[in-house]
């Protein structure tokens, strides 16, 4: 068989080379995809919280703290009739804010998606919400001691129209303010992921409901709080945890009449009672990821939001 030679002046262009792709294990995507949020995670929440874990066991007295494995950090913060008010007040606080904000939050979200139909209105409406928001948290606090104060605004107006004669006291530097404030910054938290679900409820749903004969309460405890369980979830872990965590608000608008777990960690950590401190942070951390895990097992958070 004779191979024909390509005639002179021709020009024979190469076959291009095919490039060899490199495949990657799907486990090594995954891992490559993670790994930056997990470096992230490591440096700046285990590695702390390890180190925190750690100095809990140590002794300590006013001069330093020494390393040692005692365990009288958490007997006297678990044993502690003080401690016991404190974790109790806290706990009343999130308990009374998550339900309030739980309420408003419903109801404000409900209305922005079912009964608002225009959606440039709907945005509009929500970031109306949210602007208070772009301001610090700080200057959201201290706004309310000239509105709730005894010559404040709104004991000034309520003495104008006559209906209390005096100033009413329990509105500023008390429990009722730190509720309010509380409920003030807390609740864009809750209307946001509630809305969220609520906007994936197919309208369809609802029609059908009231087209069997259901009512609006059978339709709203049947319907539309199923299929809202999730944002319900992810804004009660918003709400819980901002709560729990903060101090200056209890700080600043109960007028040292409450207190709450992270104020009493500030003041030792004030002290430089460090072990001590740490142990408290510890039971914090354990207590708020035991109520998170607790709704967890409540809402698959994590298998709603794949869909």
Not at 73 to 81: E, H, V
Not at 137 to 160: E, V
Not at 167 to 183: G, H, K, M, R
Request: glycine residues 6%; aromatic residues 12%.
């Amino acid at each position: 068989m004779s191979i024909t030679q390509p005639a002179e002046g021709i020009a024979v262009t190469p076959r291009p080379r095919r490039r060899r792709r490199l495949r990657l294990s799907p486990q090594l995507v995954s891992l490559l995809q993670v790994g930056p949020l997990g470096i992230i995670l490591i440096a700046f929440f285990a590695l702390p919280t390890l180190i925190f874990l750690v100095v809990s066991f140590y002794d300590y007295d006013r001069v330093g703290i020494y390393p040692d494995f005692l365990l009288d950090n958490y007997r006297d913060l678990l044993t502690t009739p003080a401690t016991l008010r404190v974790y109790l007040s806290s706990l009343k606080f999130a308990f009374i804010v998550w339900g309030i904000t739980l309420f408003l939050g419903f109801n404000i979200a409900y209305f922005l998606v079912f009964h608002v139909r225009s959606r440039m209105v709907r945005t509009v409406l929500f970031l109306l919400c949210a602007i208070p928001f772009w301001t610090s948290g700080i200057i959201r606090t201290i706004a309310w001691i000239p509105f709730l104060g005894r010559n404040g605004a709104f004991n000034q107006a309520l003495m104008q129209v006559h209906l209390t004669e005096k100033p009413l006291e329990f509105l500023l530097f008390s429990p009722f303010a730190v509720c309010v404030t509380y409920v003030h910054l807390f609740t864009l938290l809750m209307i946001g992921p509630i809305a969220n679900s609520l906007a994936k409820i197919d309208p369809a749903l609802l029609e059908a409901a009231r087209d069997a004969g259901a009512s609006r309460w059978r339709t709203m405890a049947d319907v539309v709080i199923p299929l809202s369980k999730t944002g319900i979830a992810l804004g009660s872990i918003l709400v819980f945890t901002q709560v729990m965590g903060d101090f200056f608000v209890v700080k600043q608008m109960s007028g040292g009449q409450s207190a709450s777990i992270v104020s009493a960690l500030a003041t030792e950590i004030q002290a430089m009672q460090y072990p001590p401190a740490a142990a408290a942070s510890m039971v914090l951390v354990l207590f708020v990821a035991l109520m998170v895990a607790g709704m967890m097992r409540v809402v698959d958070v994590r298998k709603e939001l794949v869909r």
